[in-house]
């Protein structure tokens, strides 16, 4: 049975915008994006709002939800309590295009500056060997959908312009995790440029990272500790670099 | 004009949308550590009430300072002045900074301050109000890398802690086999000591979070494999551990200054 829902939708480009008001119906089972569409259908027809699978697979549809970054497409309309005003806007984190829509090509370029897998020189094509339990911490990883709501609700960045050119963010610290845990990856300074230049010390562990990821990554405690450890392993525990240089393990 | 205020972002002149009690946690937060550190504070200046009938309160252990009642001492090991520069040194002084470090710079606690008490941010999604942020990259927030450190020496703590819990099956008579309230306030704390530590995530790197290859090392990735589900609890380890000490040295306190009776089970 549909009831009738108010939403505050954050309308506007780069230059002004402000919430506006619009009642519109809600079924049964829908979710905000379903609302979102039926606004766009029948009230607002240039609404600018990026989406794709409607399946919480593609990240496309992240945005702010009552203050929260979330995918319009897994907030389903029953989380609401019944005359509650839902406030929808873009990513705050990320300069505004049109509407819901934000420019985040920042992260693309964060990504380029992430080193690439580096493969042993002595093995060929399909002679990879590894064991499940080697890998599984890289594969918790791999699950990322790139919604970019870690990024958004990162406050580095989100609430400082300015350090955007030297903060990669949670986003590309379980990258470069998933590249330094890896079983054969070969490049040997991941830790001190994940420090140096990717900026992995500016996180203070608030854990928003981990609360927002709709794939349950456990982004802190999996990928940016472990990362803050390996760091310390090479830059601030002299045993651990005595040690590197008599056994001649990896140290960097 | 910064942050979600920056030109380029979309014209919202709320620091924050969220609906829910966002600031109720980090209120908490403060409150709880804030009386904590009131109450850690006065108990370390008060150098008294600190042991009785075999029991020691854990603010005070181990008691290093000539000025320790020698039942609280190892073995009668003094090493340290009970005076300072004409300052008289209270022996929980001597060795609140291992304890202290090792919360100070544990990765769950720093969450909690930064969020509850320098609001960076105080919520997830609420903008902070600080100008300028420069994380741990600089003295003297650069030191929480010192974490392990006060790790190992957490380790050692607790071993002194645990020998202090087993003292306390002493009689009044200095009997063995006799349990008291005060044995399972200790036991409890010290317990709850150890899985705060043992839940840590320098723990968990240490035993097997550092390497590439598991297959190869199958003990150390049991081991890391068990630290790892324990590390999902490590905030309520935190917390309990705390609440244990604190408790701990109220009634070891109550007790050596006669309000409470300690009572002995047999």
């Known amino acids: ?252 | 004009m910064s942050g979600v205020f920056s030109p380029s972002r979309a014209e919202i002149k709320e620091r924050t949308l969220r609906t829910d009690k966002w600031w109720l946690q980090p209120l908490a937060t403060f409150g709880v550590l804030f009386s904590f550190v009131i109450y850690a504070t006065f108990r370390a200046f008060e150098g008294a009430n600190y042991y009785a009938d075999h029991l020691i309160s854990p603010f005070y252990s181990p008691c290093l300072s000539e000025a320790c009642v020698p039942e609280a001492t190892i073995g009668g090991w003094t090493p340290i002045s009970a005076q300072v520069f004409n300052f008289a040194l209270s022996p929980a002084l001597i060795i609140l900074i291992f304890p202290l470090g090792f919360r100070m710079t544990c990765y769950y606690y720093r969450k909690a301050y930064y969020r509850a008490f320098w609001m960076s941010p105080p919520a997830c999604a609420v903008a902070e109000p600080h100008k300028k942020y420069t994380g741990e990259t600089r003295q003297p927030l650069i030191l929480q890398n010192a974490h392990r450190w006060f790790f190992y020496a957490g380790l050692i703590f607790n071993i002194i802690l645990t020998y202090d819990a087993i003292i306390s099956f002493k009689n009044k008579e200095g009997e063995w086999g006799h349990m008291s309230v005060g044995s399972l306030v200790l036991v409890f704390s010290t317990v709850m000591l150890w899985m705060y530590s043992l839940s840590c995530h320098t723990c968990r790197h240490t035993i097997g979070g550092r390497l590439k290859h598991f297959s190869k090392h199958p003990i150390r990735y049991k081991a890391w494999t068990t630290i790892s589900k324990l590390n999902h609890s490590h905030a309520l380890f935190a917390w309990i551990s705390l609440f244990g000490v604190a408790f701990a040295d109220i009634y070891v306190r109550q007790v050596a200054s006669g309000a409470w009776t300690n009572f002995y089970f047999f």
């Open chain 1, 1 to 252: 049975m549909a009831r009738k829902v108010n939403l505050r939708i954050w309308r506007g480009d780069s230059t002004s915008g402000s919430l506006q008001n619009v009642e519109v119906d809600a079924n049964e089972g829908e979710v905000v994006l379903d609302v979102i569409h039926r606004v766009q259908a029948t009230q607002m027809g240039d609404l600018a709002v990026r989406w794709n699978c409607k399946a919480g697979k593609c990240g496309s549809c992240s945005m702010e939800i009552n203050g929260k970054p979330r995918l319009a497409c897994m907030t389903r309309m029953s989380s609401f309590e019944e005359g509650e005003e839902i406030t929808v806007t873009p990513l705050r984190a990320f300069p505004v295009i049109k509407d819901l829509v934000t420019d985040v090509s920042f992260n693309y370029k964060k990504a380029l500056e992430i080193p690439a897998y580096e493969h042993p020189a002595d093995l060929g094509p399909g002679e990879a060997r590894m064991e499940q339990i080697d890998v599984e911490r890289s594969q918790e990883f791999r699950k990322c959908i790139e919604c970019f709501l870690c990024q958004d609700t990162c406050h580095v960045i989100r609430d400082h312009e300015e350090n955007k050119k030297s903060f990669a963010g949670p986003r590309f610290f379980i990258r470069i995790a998933e590249l330094d845990m890896h079983p054969l990856d070969m490049l040997k300074n991941r830790k001190r440029t994940a420090q140096e230049e990717h900026g992995l010390g500016m996180c203070n562990i608030t854990k928003c990272c981990t609360e927002v990821c709709p794939e349950h990554i456990r982004i802190t405690d999996n990928a940016i500790i472990p990362m803050k450890e390996r760091v310390v392993d090479v830059k601030y525990d002299p045993a651990r670099w005595l040690g590197s240089k008599i056994r001649r393990r990896e140290g960097s």
